[in-house]
């Protein structure tokens, strides 16, 4: 297996275009580009600007690979001269490729203006591509602006960026610059089948739709949604297994469950959380998905010509207005703002279930008033999860010990008693709740590890938006596991028993090391990264965050109803 793992390739990387044939999308720049190649008239400085995964580096490429052929077809690179198999096995010293975002400082800089004191070695330019350029410090751009000053003749230099407000005008004003168009859908769409058909690999259009969707429009991050699609499954690119790979839910789901909103019916809407949870759907996918199909009757709510902006098949569409019709837009905009503030800590939540609920059942509409029956119900139900809980092995009420895990110091235990909640009926069908003070042993405050946990934890959202931006597949298999805790220097992190083939693709080192350094490079923390079913985590840890989440959780959902409460404190 190991082999296996040395010798994959990635999808995006092997069908990484070598001509300008290939190029997905451009076609204005690719234009330009060819003709300066066949009129030999190249510049020393291109600016490409764009937003992620246009094909920036990509043009980069091919075109520095053309403008150094030995055996140039027209305008293209041959690939198979000395060249051009240099650049693509990344070994000709010609051709440079530079990532600003880790080399920004005015020393990397001062190095390259070394560099290129000296002409090429084999090629007839030496090429500089410099990515994420806008990353660079003031002192940096200033060394660059020295070169571009006075370019030595060899010498060209691709500049790539997705800010380009963040060039400075004395940088843009020296160099050609391009802007990258959004690449279309349909374009995606048609790499996607070429790349498929070559590969004699079946798929269903619609699964290839959804893909881009979640691609979100950039060309590599979908090509990497669509690998990891092919190595889950064994029969090919298919609608049902897309949306299981990757955890996303189905419009007729989001159908059902605005529509009892709408009808207020709180009943059926439970019947449709069950769903979302016994299929085993990401809980923040299917949030934002949600908002998105309420933010998409609004519009509609708004103008029905704005149907043309949606990109939805029509039978969508007329379900959508059918919803619009049944529903002010005051409404609407208060149901997403409701939803928009949950999606926020939902991902943090270990009790994703309960908060989803509470949420959705906020959601009803405004003049629906909870009876003190259904209230009553709701308490019941908490309750009944605070004791499934308990069965799980995790106690309230309970002396809860923690281990220190530094071996020179004595064992520290946090003795903590959460808030006892008991539910009273009086008389006056009130309902009371009292609670007891939460007892805290201050010891733990000194634990290393639980503060690096912290740390950690609170800033999970980021993290993970990091790796997405450094690579969305990471990112996918990621989003279904939540740090747990740390031991010995690893940071577990949990995944349910329905997302093994996340945790695979977690455990893989490649992986692995490129979590630990997003870590380390946010908090100066390092730490090994440990992957584990959540079925075999030691339960300590996370009952601790049971408790608070459960404590929150009661706060929150009777917050609103304080009037109809007395709380006992
Ligand atoms: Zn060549």
Redesign the pocket.
């Known amino acids: 297996m190991e082999g296996d793992n040395m010798s994959y390739t990635a999808l995006y990387r092997k069908w990484r275009p070598n001509i300008f044939e290939e190029i997905i999308g451009q076609k204005h720049i690719v234009d330009t580009l060819k003709n300066q190649i066949k009129n030999n008239s190249i510049a020393h400085a291109y600016l490409f600007n764009g937003t992620r995964g246009t094909g920036k580096t990509t043009i980069a490429r091919v075109f520095s690979?053309?403008i150094?052929?030995?055996?140039?077809k027209e305008y293209n690179?041959?690939?198979?001269?000395?060249?051009?198999?240099g650049s693509i096995n990344e070994t000709l010293m010609d051709i440079i490729e530079i990532d600003a975002a880790s080399n920004n400082g005015v020393d990397n800089i001062r190095e390259l203006r070394e560099n290129i004191k000296y002409p090429p070695s084999k090629a007839k330019y030496k090429v500089y591509i410099i990515d994420e350029v806008h990353m660079l410090s003031q002192g940096a751009f200033n060394a660059l602006l020295k070169i571009l000053e006075e370019p030595p003749s060899y010498v060209v230099f691709i500049l790539a960026t997705t800010e380009l407000h963040k060039i400075p005008d004395t940088i843009h004003s020296r160099c050609q610059t391009y802007s990258f168009k959004r690449v279309t859908q349909k374009d995606i769409k048609d790499r996607m089948k070429f790349i498929l058909e070559s590969m004699n690999i079946e798929y269903e259009d619609k699964a290839l739709d959804v893909v881009i969707k979640k691609g979100e429009g950039a060309v590599r991050d979908s090509l990497s949604l669509l690998d990891m699609c092919i190595s889950a499954s064994e029969n090919g690119i298919l609608y049902e297994e897309v949306m299981n790979v990757l955890g996303l839910s189905n419009e007729e789901l989001y159908y059902d469950i605005v529509n009892a909103i709408i009808k207020n019916d709180p009943l059926n809407l439970m019947k449709k959380v069950e769903l979302v949870f016994n299929e085993g759907k990401n809980i923040v996918y299917f949030l934002k998905d949600l908002i998105m199909y309420l933010r998409n009757i609004l519009l509609l709510k708004t103008s029905e010509e704005l149907k043309s902006i949606l990109d939805l098949p029509n039978e969508e569409i007329e379900r959508l207005l059918e919803l619009s019709k049944n529903i002010s837009s005051n409404n609407l905009l208060r149901i997403i703002e409701i939803l928009i503030d949950r999606d926020n800590s939902m991902k943090y939540s270990n009790n994703a279930r309960v908060s989803l609920e509470i949420t959705l059942l906020k959601a009803l509409n405004s003049n629906f008033e909870l009876s003190l029956s259904s209230l009553v119900d709701r308490v019941e139900k908490l309750e009944k999860k605070h004791k499934n809980l308990e069965s799980q092995n995790i106690s309230f009420n309970k002396e809860i010990k923690t281990n220190n895990l530094k071996s020179n110091e004595p064992d520290c235990a946090k003795e903590s008693k959460i808030e006892n909640l008991e539910i009273l009926e009086t008389e006056n069908k009130s309902i009371k709740i009292s609670k007891r003070e939460e007892v805290e042993n201050e010891a733990l405050d000194d634990n290393n590890d639980i503060d690096k946990f912290k740390i950690i934890l609170d800033n999970w959202d980021a993290t993970l938006n990091y790796i997405k931006k450094y690579k969305i597949a990471i990112h996918a298999f990621l989003i279904e596991g939540m740090p747990k805790y740390i031991e010995n220097n690893n940071l577990i992190i949990g995944f349910d028993e329905k997302f093994g083939f996340h945790l695979n693709a977690i455990e893989k080192k490649e992986n692995k090391d490129i979590i630990e350094k997003v870590i380390y490079k946010q908090h100066g923390i390092k730490i090994n990264i440990l992957p584990k079913f959540n079925n075999d985590i030691n339960g300590v840890e996370i009952n601790k965050i049971n408790e608070k989440e459960i404590k929150d959780e009661v706060k929150e959902f009777f917050k609103n109803y304080e009037d109809k409460l007395e709380i006992i404190e």
Do not use: M, T
């Open positions: 690979r053309a150094n052929c030995e055996n140039r690179p041959c690939n198979e001269c000395d060249i051009c198999l």
